[in-house]
């Protein structure tokens, strides 16, 4: 997961698959990345829900294919 993206934290699409987590379509969104002119387009979402040592939250997480 990635929780420093600007206006939105990211899971990796792989994850996402891996572990059968639920989905939805979203409008399109671009994602900028580090490397110039390289763009990617997010299609997908999920609510995912986090537990920060007992303090429980619901985070939307665009699915993303993010490398390691």
Known sequence: MDLQTTSGD???AQFVYLY???TY?????????AIKGSKVMIEKAGDVQ???RGYMQTR?????HLAA
């Open 10 to 12: 990211l899971i990796n």
């Open 20 to 22: 059968g987590l639920p």
């Open 25 to 33: 379509g979203i409008d399109n969104k671009s994602l900028n990345t």
């Open 50 to 52: 986090m537990d920060y």
């Open 60 to 64: 939307t997480l665009y699915v993303a």
